[in-house]
Protein backbone atom coordinates (compact mmCIF):
# COMPACT_ATOMS: atom_id res chain seq x y z
CA UNK A 1 0.00 0.00 0.00
CA UNK A 2 1.15 3.87 -0.17
CA UNK A 3 3.29 4.92 2.71
CA UNK A 4 5.35 7.98 3.50
CA UNK A 5 8.82 8.18 4.98
CA UNK A 6 10.16 11.27 6.62
CA UNK A 7 13.37 11.89 8.37
CA UNK A 8 13.59 11.45 12.08
CA UNK A 9 13.77 14.87 14.30
CA UNK A 10 14.02 16.69 15.63
CA UNK A 11 15.65 19.08 13.57
CA UNK A 12 17.18 21.38 16.17
CA UNK A 13 18.87 24.77 13.35
CA UNK A 14 19.62 28.52 14.46
CA UNK A 15 17.96 31.32 12.90
CA UNK A 16 18.53 32.29 8.93
CA UNK A 17 19.80 28.67 9.05
CA UNK A 18 18.86 26.79 5.71
CA UNK A 19 15.94 23.89 6.19
CA UNK A 20 15.43 20.45 4.45
CA UNK A 21 13.53 18.15 5.80
CA UNK A 22 13.10 15.09 3.31
CA UNK A 23 10.38 12.98 2.42
CA UNK A 24 10.19 9.81 -0.07
CA UNK A 25 7.12 7.85 -0.34
CA UNK A 26 5.53 4.77 -1.91
CA UNK A 27 2.41 4.88 -4.23
CA UNK A 28 0.90 2.36 -6.47
CA UNK A 29 0.03 5.71 -8.75
CA UNK A 30 0.28 9.17 -8.93
CA UNK A 31 -0.99 11.08 -5.93
CA UNK A 32 -0.57 14.28 -4.83
CA UNK A 33 1.98 15.49 -2.22
CA UNK A 34 1.12 17.62 0.62
CA UNK A 35 3.07 19.42 3.71
CA UNK A 36 1.40 20.18 6.65
CA UNK A 37 2.62 21.63 9.59
CA UNK A 38 1.08 21.55 13.47
CA UNK A 39 2.08 24.39 15.45
CA UNK A 40 2.18 23.40 19.51
CA UNK A 41 -1.28 22.75 20.87
CA UNK A 42 -3.39 23.53 17.56
CA UNK A 43 -4.59 21.21 14.18
CA UNK A 44 -2.94 21.12 11.37
CA UNK A 45 -2.51 23.04 8.64
CA UNK A 46 -1.73 22.63 5.30
CA UNK A 47 1.45 24.52 4.05
CA UNK A 48 1.94 23.24 0.47
CA UNK A 49 0.92 20.64 -2.09
CA UNK A 50 1.62 19.70 -5.45
CA UNK A 51 -0.47 17.36 -7.89
CA UNK A 52 1.54 16.17 -10.41
CA UNK A 53 5.44 15.23 -11.33
CA UNK A 54 7.72 18.25 -11.24
CA UNK A 55 5.37 20.44 -9.43
CA UNK A 56 6.45 23.09 -7.02
CA UNK A 57 4.62 23.94 -4.10
CA UNK A 58 5.10 27.04 -2.25
CA UNK A 59 4.38 28.92 0.93
CA UNK A 60 5.59 31.34 3.52
CA UNK A 61 8.95 30.97 2.18
CA UNK A 62 8.67 27.07 2.16
CA UNK A 63 8.98 24.98 -1.13
CA UNK A 64 8.65 21.63 -2.36
CA UNK A 65 9.10 19.94 -5.36
CA UNK A 66 7.21 16.61 -6.74
CA UNK A 67 10.07 14.35 -7.98
CA UNK A 68 8.78 11.15 -9.52
CA UNK A 69 11.94 9.64 -10.48
CA UNK A 70 13.32 9.62 -6.85
CA UNK A 71 9.68 9.41 -5.56
CA UNK A 72 10.15 12.59 -3.00
CA UNK A 73 8.96 15.70 -1.82
CA UNK A 74 11.95 17.53 -0.04
CA UNK A 75 10.88 20.67 2.28
CA UNK A 76 12.98 23.43 2.13
CA UNK A 77 13.57 27.15 3.10
CA UNK A 78 16.43 29.12 2.72
CA UNK A 79 15.98 30.76 5.99
CA UNK A 80 14.35 29.26 8.89
CA UNK A 81 12.63 31.75 11.61
CA UNK A 82 11.80 31.15 15.51
CA UNK A 83 8.44 30.74 14.24
CA UNK A 84 8.98 28.22 12.11
CA UNK A 85 9.22 25.66 15.18
CA UNK A 86 6.52 23.29 14.47
CA UNK A 87 5.43 19.76 13.23
CA UNK A 88 5.97 18.85 9.65
CA UNK A 89 4.00 16.05 8.08
CA UNK A 90 4.50 15.14 4.78
CA UNK A 91 1.35 13.22 2.89
CA UNK A 92 -0.21 12.00 0.15
CA UNK A 93 -3.38 11.06 -1.07
CA UNK A 94 -5.68 12.40 -3.75
CA UNK A 95 -5.58 10.06 -6.73
CA UNK A 96 -9.35 11.58 -7.13
CA UNK A 97 -9.18 14.19 -4.63
CA UNK A 98 -11.40 12.18 -2.45
CA UNK A 99 -9.64 9.81 -0.96
CA UNK A 100 -7.58 9.70 2.50
CA UNK A 101 -4.13 11.05 3.10
CA UNK A 102 -1.28 8.76 4.02
CA UNK A 103 1.16 10.64 6.54
CA UNK A 104 4.43 10.20 7.57
CA UNK A 105 5.70 10.08 11.28
CA UNK A 106 6.27 14.24 11.41
CA UNK A 107 9.50 15.83 11.92
CA UNK A 108 9.57 18.19 14.92
CA UNK A 109 11.59 21.23 13.63
CA UNK A 110 13.34 23.52 16.67
CA UNK A 111 14.48 26.60 15.63
CA UNK A 112 17.06 28.84 18.38
CA UNK A 113 17.31 32.86 18.05
CA UNK B 1 -10.84 27.15 1.96
CA UNK B 2 -13.75 25.51 4.48
CA UNK B 3 -13.86 26.71 8.23
CA UNK B 4 -14.13 23.38 10.74
CA UNK B 5 -15.23 24.05 14.12
CA UNK B 6 -14.30 20.83 16.06
CA UNK B 7 -15.47 20.85 19.60
CA UNK B 8 -14.93 20.50 22.71
CA UNK B 9 -11.29 21.28 21.64
CA UNK B 10 -10.00 19.57 25.21
CA UNK B 11 -11.38 17.05 27.75
CA UNK B 12 -10.85 14.86 30.50
CA UNK B 13 -12.95 12.18 30.94
CA UNK B 14 -13.03 9.15 33.27
CA UNK B 15 -12.40 5.37 31.99
CA UNK B 16 -14.96 3.55 30.78
CA UNK B 17 -16.97 6.96 29.64
CA UNK B 18 -17.74 8.11 26.38
CA UNK B 19 -17.38 11.68 24.77
CA UNK B 20 -18.79 12.99 21.14
CA UNK B 21 -16.72 15.35 19.54
CA UNK B 22 -18.70 17.10 16.83
CA UNK B 23 -17.35 18.43 13.12
CA UNK B 24 -19.37 22.06 11.97
CA UNK B 25 -18.50 22.50 8.60
CA UNK B 26 -19.45 26.17 7.03
CA UNK B 27 -19.56 24.68 3.59
CA UNK B 28 -21.27 21.29 2.32
CA UNK B 29 -18.52 18.98 2.10
CA UNK B 30 -18.49 15.45 -0.32
CA UNK B 31 -16.23 13.86 2.40
CA UNK B 32 -15.10 13.73 5.69
CA UNK B 33 -12.70 11.93 7.49
CA UNK B 34 -11.79 11.18 11.37
CA UNK B 35 -8.41 10.89 12.22
CA UNK B 36 -6.80 10.12 15.35
CA UNK B 37 -3.23 11.10 16.79
CA UNK B 38 -1.47 9.60 19.67
CA UNK B 39 0.99 11.59 21.40
CA UNK B 40 4.37 12.10 19.87
CA UNK B 41 2.64 9.86 17.05
CA UNK B 42 1.70 10.90 12.83
CA UNK B 43 -2.17 10.65 12.11
CA UNK B 44 -4.15 7.42 11.42
CA UNK B 45 -7.50 7.82 10.04
CA UNK B 46 -10.02 5.86 11.84
CA UNK B 47 -13.10 6.59 9.60
CA UNK B 48 -14.36 7.96 6.53
CA UNK B 49 -17.97 9.65 6.40
CA UNK B 50 -19.86 10.19 3.80
CA UNK B 51 -23.77 11.58 4.16
CA UNK B 52 -26.37 9.49 4.57
CA UNK B 53 -24.66 5.86 4.64
CA UNK B 54 -22.67 3.94 6.69
CA UNK B 55 -19.11 5.69 7.66
CA UNK B 56 -16.13 2.93 6.28
CA UNK B 57 -13.60 1.91 8.97
CA UNK B 58 -10.07 1.26 8.89
CA UNK B 59 -8.58 -1.98 10.36
CA UNK B 60 -8.19 -1.81 13.34
CA UNK B 61 -11.02 0.22 14.10
CA UNK B 62 -14.45 -0.97 14.96
CA UNK B 63 -18.59 1.06 14.55
CA UNK B 64 -18.86 -0.04 18.27
CA UNK B 65 -15.69 1.81 19.83
CA UNK B 66 -16.09 4.70 17.32
CA UNK B 67 -19.93 5.64 15.84
CA UNK B 68 -19.67 8.28 13.34
CA UNK B 69 -22.74 10.34 12.91
CA UNK B 70 -23.15 12.27 9.36
CA UNK B 71 -26.63 13.39 9.32
CA UNK B 72 -25.98 16.09 6.73
CA UNK B 73 -23.42 17.49 4.30
CA UNK B 74 -21.80 20.11 6.74
CA UNK B 75 -22.13 18.37 10.16
CA UNK B 76 -20.31 14.61 12.00
CA UNK B 77 -19.59 13.41 14.93
CA UNK B 78 -17.63 10.93 16.12
CA UNK B 79 -17.97 9.04 19.82
CA UNK B 80 -14.95 7.48 21.39
CA UNK B 81 -16.78 4.93 23.93
CA UNK B 82 -15.52 3.45 26.53
CA UNK B 83 -12.72 5.08 26.99
CA UNK B 84 -9.71 3.92 28.06
CA UNK B 85 -6.06 5.41 28.98
CA UNK B 86 -5.54 4.26 26.00
CA UNK B 87 -7.71 6.58 24.55
CA UNK B 88 -5.81 9.79 25.07
CA UNK B 89 -5.09 11.00 21.73
CA UNK B 90 -6.18 14.18 19.61
CA UNK B 91 -8.59 13.59 17.40
CA UNK B 92 -9.27 15.61 14.01
CA UNK B 93 -11.95 15.51 11.61
CA UNK B 94 -10.91 16.60 7.90
CA UNK B 95 -13.17 17.55 4.97
CA UNK B 96 -12.89 17.89 1.03
CA UNK B 97 -15.29 18.71 -1.06
CA UNK B 98 -15.04 19.35 -5.09
CA UNK B 99 -15.35 22.78 -4.04
CA UNK B 100 -12.42 22.54 -2.31
CA UNK B 101 -8.90 21.71 -3.56
CA UNK B 102 -6.88 20.21 -0.62
CA UNK B 103 -7.82 18.89 2.75
CA UNK B 104 -8.51 21.28 5.61
CA UNK B 105 -8.73 19.83 9.28
CA UNK B 106 -10.02 21.24 12.34
CA UNK B 107 -8.37 22.30 15.34
CA UNK B 108 -8.51 19.24 17.31
CA UNK B 109 -9.31 17.58 20.43
CA UNK B 110 -7.56 16.78 23.16
CA UNK B 111 -8.54 14.13 24.81
CA UNK B 112 -7.34 12.40 28.00
CA UNK B 113 -8.50 9.17 29.62
CA UNK B 114 -7.94 9.09 33.47
Known amino acids: GDSVTQMEGPVTLSEEAFLTINCTYTATGYPSLFWYVQYPGEGLQLLLKATKADDKGSNKGFEATYRKETTSFHLEKGSVQVSDSAVYFC????????????FGTGTRLLVSP | SAVISQKPSRDICQRGTSLTIQCQVDSQVTMMFWYRQQPGQSLTLIATANQGSEATYESGFVIDKFPISRPNLTFSTLTVSNMSPEDSSIYLC???????????FGSGTRLTVV
Open chain 2, 94 to 104: SVVSEAIYGYT
Open chain 1, 91 to 102: ALGGYTGFQKLV
